[in-house]
């Protein structure tokens, strides 16, 4: 440590106001700084590790090179403060607001319906606005690249890039594909729509829309300019409590201080050391920033090479790099052109502006994308110290960290020298990751090879591979071996057998897949045999080679192998029904009203849990959680960590006045623990820092308890369940079997789902002095049960609690349940201490405590006649419901009441059991069993075509529901609109033809495969309880007319408060102008039911309807008596006349009945139905997809607002996929979950939207139960994402067909590039494989202890 002397002046501007930080702390990042110093709270934490970009920020700085201003995106998380020394930073804020001027970014995001939940849009709009600054009128490609590090969770990215389009000079929405085809003529010449009068495709009026004035933009701060006209050359220093950094002003006093410090990391961006700083306990007292030294931003260009400052951020190496390309010719520039390739998907693009090229040359991960390149491509690293100046090669040996090859640990990397290539010699770069953009790559490759000229003969060979082991790695001595050879098939066999057997892969390899990883180490050799054959015949072509008709020929079909699945930006279109021309206009009932906060989230306005200002006497609280998957607990000893600074208290379960949880589901652990994560006690301190720091220091020694079990597959051995089985069935399930042509049996494995709300779970607790009263504003769906658990757990009536929630940024079912945790062992905090805390979880403890979708394993077994028709069928389903009940029998009777999906099937026997592990317990999802479930029931459907030799979609048909009818627990329902869905579907995506199509592409191409899939759905929404159906609302009108609406729904981003006013609006007849709401609060609307199960709009609608008629009945004598006065003459008359103003509503549901025992009932008010085609193409080679196509048909009756609709439709859908295709949930064999972050669990990004995505709604029609006949549609979607996993199936079925694969095969949810990769079975996959050994994906992947360590090096 440094010795303590007077910190420097921290100077930097944000939102052009100057900020002078006089006690600088170099560990807080710009995001605490905005949120708390600052208040400015619209820039959101959600992940804090770069990775989601919720926290975008815009920051300027006069580049001390080429002294241009440079505006660039960052995310503020990872942003140290003392790096901003003379930048401007510019945050949602400082851009519009609702009370000035709204920015035209802000304005489209909100009325293009690209906010939900909101909790991600001001990074979204930072990003864009980061664009618009650099590029008034930008390119699709550049809107795509600026989002690509912006995660949504709930709108599917679709509306969002449609407001961002709005400033693309090509933004002529619709040309599809280059067709010049507008989708819009499309829709006039589809017979199935024509003659429907008001179909509308058009969400937003673009024309309302303010246009972009880049002259209204905050300039940069002339005082700043000034700065840095004349600048510091002092050496400035910050000093911490525990971190000094040190920031020189000239490169001589960097030497020096580095000479002094040799241990003293140079931050650059930040985005590797700080990840590890914050995730793997990295520590460092001193920093060193060379942010102020020109010479590390030097640029120089020979005609020989290009050399590139290492404190260069990549996105400024991309642009070198590009104009190299554009200026050089073809043979010069390979190694560029590799390098480019890579820069456009590493990471987003706030981390590319931020990561310097230096920091991530000797930051050397494993999965570096430019390693690997830039160390067959010859590169230099040019090194500086007080001693002098020396170069070294940027090798294998300085990869793999060779003391000898290695910087020394005083000296720093001063620039990179990148030579050009040369004729004959061919770069090239592969990379194979879980998505598209913005993810980590499992294997990527560096690849070269020169030529003798005018021969095919290596001279040279280098080729260098990342992911497979700890560092990059060279596979130096096979390129040795094949030096002299020619480039043919025998030498690519000879190749692939060197290079398999030099990286070597240990089982150790980091995040596991070794046989894939393996796969993708010769493919991508495979790949490079091809281009470079290709490349190789236009050279001797041009140059008239003798011996040339030597060179092999590439198979036409084979060229398909070659391509890489370019990122596009989707088109189109949303078909809705209009309102009746008759409809008065002040009625907003069936219109795409914008969301009602939608402005607010677009300026950072909009309130969330914790942009409640600090409350007096505030204190943080972080949890302890168990490190034992099932353990008894012997000691707890916190008096470490009650020393530590501003730690004020720690809660056990002994400092619970009331009750402790139920007795199978603690609150806090008492004596015994049952999984990682399992929440121990609490520490209070003043800071959230101090508190987490402080957790690490209570010490707790637990004894090992058998048995642990974890996979469903071990819960069944050791008959370890959390309920009953349950089971429908008719029909004789046995006796079909006996009368049946065929039958098929099969497994299907389905993996969890992490609900990835943005907004991480939350709570602010505030005791108050008065009848032990307590105010809890909570992140929750169910408020009623926060306050109903709070009032058990500290003893007082429910009446003393008031539980507030004014929005939620997402929950999805993950905030049902454990909300009322957190509620409840902050307010014990809030109690024992008396003082307000605050809870804010980090989004890796989110995703460690808290459960998500059940995993789920299904067994069929299924009899049919040659021609399709399933006559018998027989599921056993188990789910992994962790280690407590919470919701996993509702779960479990879900699963089994709605797994005939759209079947008539005769004999049918569904059993399903929730199997008890030692995992977090397993809750409510969006669908609550269904797209688990159901994906078993068309697997079965997929396997019966197989067999029969028809396509899976005549199968569909053949056993779909066509007459009224019942299902399989004897509910009567009319299978007419699901009827109507398919075939629209069928017409809308031409599938037919499309499915010829499919088939003549895959004639054509053997390394490319394109699949299709259509999958009806009926989807019963609702809870299977009666008392669930109800619902109140409490209508006030005040004096001045104006309108405030409360209800018991919660706002989470699905619109209920939106609907709620449309609904009120009608009722009351006047505009939704006066009209409020301003909460969901339990001290207004009692008793409440959770927002969930897709009725929440129907209940609540009903209450808000009958609340609002109350109104109008007691309103109705005056208005005769006046019929010509204003609505606010009415209001004043009545309350001259003593009319109460304010009423109650009350909707008394739906009654849902189910007999287990007779397996009968009428548990659902009514269904949802639809259908979805999908059409994928797979790269066979790496297993990789892009999705080309997909068009939805929804029933949504009459929609309420069409624009919410369609959003819950495609945001569902976009979750759906990331279901079945990416996100995977990884444990160790201790059962920790490792996939904690958006790194290492890969929700969809916006590349991962298809290329064309079209939704439409069938025209109205009516269901009496509900709210205007309109249908809750916030969770139906999510199946018919499964309609991509099925298209995939397809495109690997055509695969294994073509390769004579004869083993039947099921790909597994969700379908990641390994699964995809080992079942496109062939030459490659068989290197390594015993043959006919199958393949084993166990559910939980099991690590030893060396990959667990590897993994954490991630
Ligand atoms: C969300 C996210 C996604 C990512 N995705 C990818 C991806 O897809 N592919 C990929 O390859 N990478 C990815 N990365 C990693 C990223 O490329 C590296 O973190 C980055 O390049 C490191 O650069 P930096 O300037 O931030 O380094 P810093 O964190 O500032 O520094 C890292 C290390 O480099 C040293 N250092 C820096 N400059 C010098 C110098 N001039 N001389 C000597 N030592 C120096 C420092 O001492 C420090 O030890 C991702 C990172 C994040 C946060
Ligand atoms: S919170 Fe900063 S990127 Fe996620
Ligand atoms: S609106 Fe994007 S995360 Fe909710």
Known sequence: MLCPSRSDELVFFVNGRKVIERNADPEMTLLPFLRKNLRLTGTKYACGRGGCGACTVMVSKRDPVSQEIRHFSTTACLLPICSLYGAAVTTVEGIGSISTRLHPVQERIAKSHGTQCGFCTPGMVMSMYTLLRNHPEPSEEQLMEALQGNLCRCTGYRPILASGRTFCVESNDCQQKGTGKCCLEQEENDSSSLGRSGICTELFAKEEFLPLDPTQELIFPPELLRMAENPEKRTLTFHGERVTWISPGTLKDLLELKAKHPEAPLVLGNTSLGPAMKSQGYFHPVLLSPARISELSMVSKTSDGVTIGAGCSLAQVKDVLAERVSKLPEEKSQTYRALLKHLKSLAGQQIRNMASLGGHIVSRHHYSDLNPILAVGNTTLNLLSEEGRRQIPLNEHFLAGLASADLKPEEILESVYIPHSQKWEFVSAFRQARCQQNALPDVNAGMRVFFKEGTDTIEDLSIAYGGVGAATISAHKSCQQLIGRRWNELMLDEACRLVLDEVSLPGSAPGGKVEFKRTLVVSFLFKFYLQVLQELKKLVQLFSVPDSHRYPEIAEQFLSA???????????????????????????????????????????????????????????????????????????????????????????????????????????????????????????????????????????????????????????????FLCPEKKLEQGNVEEAFEN???????????????????????ALVIPKTEDKELDIYVSTQDPAHVQKTVSSTLSIPINRITCHVKRVGGGFGGKVGRPAVFGAIAAVGAIKTGHPIRLVLDREDDMLITGGRHPLFGKYKVGFMNNGRIKALDIECYINGGCTLDDSELVTEFLILKLENAYKIRNLRFRGRACMTNLPSNTAFRGFGFPQGTLVTESCITAVAAKCGLPPEKVREKNMYKTIDKTIYKQAFSPETLLRCWNECLDKSSFHSRRMQVEEFNEKNHWK?????????????????????????????????????????????????????????????????????????????????????????????????????????????????????????????????????????????????????????????????????????????????????????????CSLNPAIDIGQIEGAFIQGMGLYTTEELQYSPEGVLYSRGPDEYKIPTITDVPEEFNVSLLPPSQNPLTIYSSKGLGESGMFLGSSVFFAIADAVAATRRERDVVEDFTVRSPATPDQVRMACADRFTKMFRAPGKELQFPALKKFTVQQKNNYCKL
């Open 740 to 762: 049946i042509d065929q039958i098929v049996e099969g497994e299907v494995h389905v993996g969890g789902q992490e609900h990835f709300y943005m907004e991480t779970q939350r």
């Open 1009 to 1197: 495969k394109k699949g299709i899939a259509i999958i009806p759905m009926k989807f019963s929404v609702g809870f299977a309880a009666t008392s669930y159906h109800q619902a109140a609302a409490l209508v006030h009108i005040y004096t001045d007319g104006s309108v405030l609406v409360t209800h018991g729904g919660n706002e989470l981003g699905q619109g209920i408060h939106t609907k709620m006013l449309q609904v009120a609006s009608r009722e009351l007849k006047i505009p939704m102008s006066y009209m409020h709401i301003c909460e969901t609060s339990t001290a207004t609307v009692p008793n409440t039911i959770a927002t969930a199960a897709s009725i929440g709009s129907d209940v609540n609608g009903r209450a808000v309807q009958n609340a609002c008629q109350i109104l109008l009945k007691r309103l109705e004598p005056i208005i005769k008596k006046n019929p010509e006065a204003t609505w606010e003459d009415w209001i004043e008359a009545a309350f001259e006349k003593r009319i109460s103003l304010s009423a109650t509503g009350y909707f008394r549901g739906y009654k849902a009945f189910m007999d287990w025992e007779k397996g009968e009932g009428d548990p659902f008010p009514y269904y949802v139905y639809g259908a979805a085609c999908s059409e994928v193409e797979i790269d066979c080679l790496t297993g990789a997809h892009k999705k080309i196509r997909t068009d939805i048909v929804m029933d949504a009756c």
């Open 562 to 720: 070659l391509e890489d699945f370019p990122a596009t930006i989707p088109q189109g279109v949303q078909t809705y029904q209009s309102v009746d021309s008759h409809q008065p206009l002040q009625d907003p009932v069936g219109r795409p009203i914008m969301h009602l906060s939608g402005l607010k989230h677009a300026t950072g306005e909009a309130v969330f849990c914790d942009d409640i200002p600090v409350v007096d006497n505030e204190l943080s609280m972080a949890m302890v959680t168990s490190t034992r998957a099932h353990a008894k607990i012997i000691s707890i000893d916190f008096s470490e960590a009650l020393e530590m600074p501003g730690v004020v208290d720690v809660i056990t379960a002994k400092d619970i006045p009331g009750t402790n949880g139920a007795e199978d589901d603690k609150l806090l652990a008492v004596d015994e623990v049952l999984c990682v994560g399992q929440i121990i006690c609490a520490v209070v301190a003043e800071q959230d820092v101090q508190a987490k720091r402080a957790i690490e220091k209570v010490k707790i020694t637990y004894e090992d308890l058998e048995p642990v079990i974890f996979t469903i597959e071990d819960a069944i051995k050791h008959n370890s």
